[in-house]
């Protein structure tokens, strides 16, 4: 088993463009999720989907989208990049009813 | 706004020393309690979970929990510098399977 694969790994953005970054998770998992991680912030939530077919805000949700693909696929956009979304992204996936959740290995994302 | 504490650090034990790592939450409806352990340009990894009052004991690993203090810990024994790495804390409560981290503690094992 994989667990949680997460593409591209490195990207780097010009301000304004877009991109989607992938997920997807092979332990069946009802519930996915995206963080971001900057110095000193910790680990923050952005969006989260409890089930396939439901999505839900996260703390930080302002500049991204979410589409929940099917039950292994969880995708995060951002339609027009900016520097304030420089960081380290990361999927999890969690089975239901249980909240340990399980991390994939990241995208560094620098948007110039 | 649930918040979940720790010190950053960095903490600096001997190798073979106890590493003891804190952290503290204010949600006092909280129920499940995780330590992740993340090396340098790497992923969270879940090292423990707690769910009940008291210890619980993973070889070299013991997290302790106390709900009425809000508070948990994680004790490291006979410390590696295979341990050196950030551990955070996390924190849930409810049926929204959302986690709270904290912003992590900076373990250094010093061989």
């Known amino acids: 088993n994989a667990g949680v694969t997460q593409t591209p790994k490195f990207q780097v953005l010009k301000t304004g463009q877009s991109m989607t970054l992938q997920c997807a998770q092979d332990?069946?998992?009802?519930?996915m999720y995206w963080y971001r991680q900057d110095p000193g912030m910790g680990l923050r939530l952005i969006y989260y989907?409890?089930?396939?077919?439901?999505?839900d805000k996260g703390e930080v949700p302002n500049g991204y989208n979410v589409s929940r693909l099917n039950k292994r696929e969880f995708s995060l956009r951002l339609e027009s990049a900016a520097p304030s979304q420089t960081s380290v992204y990361f999927c999890?996936?969690?089975?239901?009813?249980?909240?340990?959740?399980?991390f994939g290995p990241g995208t560094r994302l620098t948007v110039l | 706004q649930k918040e979940v504490e720790q010190n950053s650090g960095p903490l600096s034990v001997p190798e073979g020393a106890i590493a003891s790592l804190n952290c503290t939450y204010s949600?006092?409806?909280?129920?499940?309690f995780f330590w992740y352990r993340q090396y340098s340009g790497k992923s969270p990894e879940l090292i423990m979970s707690i769910y009940s009052n008291g210890d619980k004991e993973d070889g070299r690993f013991t997290a302790q929990l106390n709900k009425a203090s809000q508070y948990v810990s994680l004790l490291i024994r006979d410390s590696q510098p295979s341990d050196s790495a950030t551990y955070l804390c996390a924190v849930s409560g409810g049926s929204n399977y959302k986690l709270t981290f904290g912003k992590g503690t900076l373990l250094t094992v010093n061989p």
């Open positions: 989907s409890a089930s396939e077919g439901t999505t």
């Open positions: 999890a996936s969690s089975e239901v009813g249980l909240f340990e959740q399980f």
């Open positions: 949600d006092r409806g909280s129920q499940s």
């Open positions: 332990m069946n998992h009802n519930s």
